[in-house]
């Protein structure tokens, strides 16, 4: 397995110790557009539109923050060693699920600091693959951050595999697989994070996320129609409004937990497969054999 881990803050670090003394906004603007140039280099393998959506994404996650807190910050993925922390995930991941065909890296970024959704949804720590080659994964060190980039490591190492399983191109602004031309829909997803959770916690154990059990059973009945009707929606806005919620009519985490109560089940039906091997398998195939099949 060629997986590698590349500790990007460590470049970040030096950007923004050479913006020192600029104007608040010069700094942040000096240490994007540097950062810029350096997430496109680390991509360059990748499908172009892939490069785009990695660079927007990093400066995105970077925000608009104070250089001396943003130091301070990266100084604390360096003492307390991000690098190896992701490394040893990493190694935990490959022992569950080998895969030596598997080419990729995992570079590791500052996320925004100031970000409600990165420091209190998402634990401190956010992942991001682009296909097959590259993981980004954005770390602001909140209580915990070391436990929960090993579970996101993790987590993400299972959205490789599956992306080297079922490739996927950009195509009209909707995610497509390369082997079929079908565009991915609501169901492949749902169910491509509904594995890489259970592959997670089967590996680490030292976390529980929330939006793997964030439904109650009243809201559970309530929305499961309303999303089962929509399963081969392939529009990407729609998508992450099912997954995630919107606020509104769709309770947070709907289409994660519900992902991942459809995975189960299927482990549960088949109590011989295990969640590494439900990452080889389609979506289709697992709500099949799941007690989903007829809800």
């Known amino acids: ?3 590698s881990v590349i500790p990007a803050y460590r470049v970040v670090s030096h950007f923004a ?3 020192e003394g600029l104007p608040a906004m010069k700094a942040v603007d000096a240490i994007e557009t540097r950062m810029r140039e350096y997430v496109r280099n680390q991509l360059s393998t990748l499908h172009p539109a892939f490069i785009d959506m990695g660079q927007r994404t990093a400066v995105t996650q970077l925000g608009d923050p104070s250089v001396p807190e943003l130091l301070a910050a990266l100084d604390k993925l360096e003492n307390d060693d991000a690098k190896s922390v992701a490394e040893r995930a990493l ?5 569950a699920l080998a895969r030596p065909d598997l080419n990729s890296r995992i570079v590791i ?7 409600s959704v990165l420091l209190n949804q998402m634990n401190g720590v956010l992942g991001f693959s682009l296909g097959t080659q590259a993981t980004l994964v954005f770390v602001w060190p909140v209580e915990n951050w070391q436990d929960w980039l090993s579970y996101t490591v993790v987590h993400e190492y299972a959205h490789l595999v599956r992306n080297l399983l079922f490739p996927r191109g950009i ?3 909707r995610l497509v697989y390369t082997k079929t031309q079908e565009p991915e829909t609501l169901l492949d997803a749902m169910i491509a994070e509904g594995v890489a959770d259970a592959f997670a916690l089967s590996v680490m154990s030292e976390v529980t996320p929330a939006w793997t059990d964030a439904l109650d059973e009243e809201e559970s009945e309530r929305i499961w129609p309303r999303v089962r009707r929509r399963f081969a929606v392939s529009d990407t806005t729609e998508i992450r409004r099912m997954l995630f919620g919107d606020n509104d009519r769709v309770p947070q985490w709907t289409g994660n937990t519900l992902g991942y109560r459809m995975v189960m089940s299927y482990l549960e039906c088949h109590p011989d497969s295990t969640p590494a091997q439900a990452a080889l398998m389609p979506g289709s195939a697992i709500l099949a054999g799941s007690r989903y099949a007829d809800a």
């Open 109 to 115: 970024l500052p996320g925004d600091g100031e970000s």
């Open 17 to 19: 110790r050479q913006s």
């Open 171 to 173: 195509s009209g602004g």
């Open 1 to 3: 397995m060629a997986v």
């Open 91 to 95: 190694g935990k991941a490959a022992q």
